[in-house]
């Protein structure tokens, strides 16, 4: 499946990049190039600077989608053309996929505006998860 993915956007599927495109693609949260590298670096002589570049070039082709976040890390995810909101923890980062969606109209408005066809959006949300927002009353209580 990885390998017909980059080849339908006119890329090499070599095994490095389907591998990179596999770890993103089932990763059940965003992840950082980083993150990949840690991963696949264990089983496959691989370097940093390789998977940032099939990274960039997949985010290029709109196999990905590369978002920095509020901690200036970037985070890759699979571009399954869905929209897709996130809360995102600024202490532990943990993030939290929302289920509702109340864009829906504004991407019919927008796109009747503009004549694009719209495919899917993105929105992070930041704040405390309810762990952390704890940690943080007991240390004020202390």
Known sequence: MDAD??????MKATKKRIMILESVRTSPSPVTAED?????????????????RALNAMSDKGI????????GKTYFHFNDHQHKHELICSV???????????FDEISRKIAQKTGFVITGHNMEF?????????KTD?????
């Open 5 to 10: 993915v980059l080849k339908s956007v006119s």
């Open 36 to 52: 990949i590298y840690e991963k696949l670096s264990q089983s496959l002589d691989i370097s940093l600077s390789t998977v940032y």
């Open 64 to 71: 990905i989608i590369k978002a920095v976040r509020q901690d």
């Open 92 to 102: 532990c980062h943990r993030s939290v996929d929302v289920e509702d969606c109340p």
């Open 126 to 134: 930041t704040g405390i998860c309810p762990n952390c927002a704890g």
């Open 138 to 142: 007991r240390r004020e209580r202390d």
